[in-house]
């Protein structure tokens, strides 16, 4: 569970405290895809600023080396620089300072508030790395976890300030824990490095429809519904194939039916995604049939070894 603790570091002066908004901070050891700014982020009437900075960048080489040179046993790794992002809730701004401070008390007193915020944080800055990746053209989209960040503060501060990097008051909260973590916890128990050893070491092998199927879960987690859509319809059909008869249990065959039952569905649910938007009842089914999808997937991970 998330627990709170007050932040070791000292903001530093400070711009005009007459606007104050709530924030989530993270630093992450390296440097982020996005470049360093500021990022106005709405969802309909709900504004958030998404800020970037790079700190401690190592300065440049003067220049790009022709012929590799030797390697020296005992030489220090090379500096990585910190990339802080702060997520500032321009759409919530507080009356006063003694708003501000009631606020944090009351959402950093909560186990569950600090999770919920610190994901929905996570989830803003994952949106903007995916953005930028489909903006740029790059296949591989950088994503990062709140178990990743060397520090996670959550507070409140001017507007001045948090474009900064500064702020008023903050918490600092463990980021390796949280929901994210208690997923990974769960994970755990179904061996994933027994099985990372037996398809490296080519014993097994990894089916079509885990990676579609992961990736189905990526989209629907991060909001892009039309997206999961479309990738759980191609992951459906393989499970179908894939699984088909991979256990002997009874469980396991009731899911299959169900899946099978509900193949049309998930091919209607991606033709209404081509053409636009799912409602609320689609969005449930869509979300019905990932986690049966899932659960086939886990219960072959845990029964079929």
């Keep these: 569970m998330a627990k709170r603790a007050p932040a070791t570091e000292t903001p530093g002066r400070i711009g005009s405290l007459t606007r104050l908004f709530g924030f989530t901070q993270f630093d992450f050891a390296g440097a982020l895809a996005m470049a360093d700014g500021r990022y106005l982020v709405r969802d309909g009437e709900r504004e958030q600023v998404l800020v970037i900075e790079t700190l401690g960048a190592p300065p440049p080489a003067r220049r790009r080396r022709k012929r590799p040179r030797d390697a020296e046993i005992g030489e220090p790794p090379p500096e990585l620089p910190v990339a802080r992002a702060t997520v500032v809730l321009a759409f919530n701004e507080f009356e006063d300072e003694q708003a501000a401070a009631a606020w944090l008390g009351h959402t950093t007193a909560s186990e569950e508030s600090i999770d919920r915020l610190v994901e929905q944080g996570i989830d803003e800055l994952n949106q903007a790395l995916h953005t930028q990746s489909v903006a740029s053209g790059d296949p591989y989209p950088q994503t990062v976890t709140p ?5 996670i503060r959550i ?7 948090l474009a900064d990097g500064a702020f008023t008051s903050a918490h600092q909260v463990d980021p390796g824990l949280g929901p994210v973590s208690r997923r990974r916890q769960r994970d755990e128990e179904l061996r994933p490095q027994q099985r990372l050893a037996a398809v490296l070491g080519g014993r097994e092998q990894l089916d079509a429809c885990e990676t579609l199927l992961l990736r189905a879960r990526a989209d629907l987690d991060a909001g ?3 997206e999961a859509a479309l990738q ?7 499970l179908l194939i894939e699984l088909r008869g991979a256990l002997s249990d009874p469980d396991h065959e009731e899911d299959m039916a169900t899946l099978r039952s509900r193949r049309h569905e998930a091919g209607d649910l991606a033709n209404v995604a081509l053409q636009g938007n799912l409602d609320a009842t689609q969005l449930q089914a869509l979300q019905e049939i990932q986690a ?3 659960r086939a997937l886990r219960r072959r991970r845990i029964l079929g070894n």
């Design 147 to 151: 178990a990743r960040a060397v520090v």
């Design 292 to 294: 049966l999808c899932e």
């Design 232 to 238: 759980l319809r191609v992951g459906l059909e393989a």
């Design 155 to 161: 507070g409140y501060g001017s507007g001045e300030a």
């Design 224 to 226: 892009r519904n039309r």
